[in-house]
T-cell receptor, first 117, second 116 residues
Framework: DVKVTQSSRYLVKRTGEKVFLECVQD?????MFWYRQDPGLGLRLIYF???????EKGDIPEGYSVSREKKERFSLILESASTNQTSMYLC????????????????FGPGTRLTVL | GENVEQHPSTLSVQEGDSAVIKCTYS??????FPWYKQELGKRPQLIID?????GEKKDQRIAVTLNKTAKHFSLHITETQPEDSAVYFC???????????????FGSGTRLQVQP
């Protein structure tokens, strides 16, 4: 069974704080993704990574950065949290589509509900 | 970039009825279309997917159809049951940005409620 875990289920931070959200997967997946989920907006891609130290901007990267130092771990960083970053953050992982294990299925973590006060 | 529109935003059906959720996409280069189900308080999980070389796919009570010409795809759930109540997301995948890596663009979601 694929297991994707996130460091916290709930997080409360203050405006201006630096926030780290961490995601770990145990399936040796090369691709990892960070989304935010807001009512009526679906899941929006923030950043993704297709290899260690490699990253690519998604559709809404402003105000966020990421780090992937190890294959199994992908961190989302809010350099200076703002109230409009209050949201549910979902991490996902997958095999790359071009590999022999071609699947494209993304496996999601349980989510972190972040509140910025 | 890709834009995926999903309708309706909410859908209420009686148990045993069918439910249909529709999505349109903007980029003809998209070639993979998954559907995810998210139960309350849970993570999204893939329920069915279809690739652009196929027009229809069925898995028990769930089916997905794809019309590449019109750039729309639909989820069909027959004989709905209360446990089908959830939020359903469609998505479209294409090569993303300069690197050509594959990424999903999601629709806004449909909250399906099956009344017993």
């Amino acid at each position: 069974d694929v297991k994707v875990t996130q460091s916290s289920r709930y997080l409360v931070k203050r405006t201006g704080e630096k926030v780290f959200l961490e995601c770990v997967q145990d399936m040796d997946h090369e691709n990892m993704f960070w989304y935010r989920q807001d009512p009526g907006l679906g899941l929006r891609l923030i950043y993704f990574s297709y290899d260690v130290k490699m990253k690519e901007k998604g559709d809404i990267p402003e105000g966020y950065s990421v780090s992937r130092e190890k294959k199994e771990r992908f961190s989302l960083i809010l350099e200076s949290a703002s109230t409009n970053q209050t949201s549910m953050y979902l991490c996902a992982s997958s095999f790359p589509g071009a590999s022999m294990l071609y699947t494209d299925t993304q496996y999601f973590g349980p989510g972190t509900r972040l509140t910025v006060l | 970039g890709e834009n995926v529109e999903q309708h309706p935003s909410t859908l209420s059906v009686q148990e045993g009825d069918s439910a249909v959720i529709k999505c349109t996409y903007s980029d003809s280069a998209s070639n993979y279309f998954p559907w995810y189900k998210q139960e309350l308080g849970k993570r999204p999980q893939l329920i069915i997917d279809i690739r652009s070389n196929v027009g229809e796919k069925k898995d028990q009570r769930i089916a997905v159809t794809l019309n590449k010409t019109a750039k729309h795809f639909s989820l069909h759930i027959t004989e709905t049951q209360p446990e089908d109540s959830a939020v359903y997301f469609c998505a479209a995948m294409k090569n993303h940005g300069d690197t050509g890596r594959r990424a999903l663009t999601f629709g806004s979601g449909t909250r399906l409620q099956v009344q017993p």
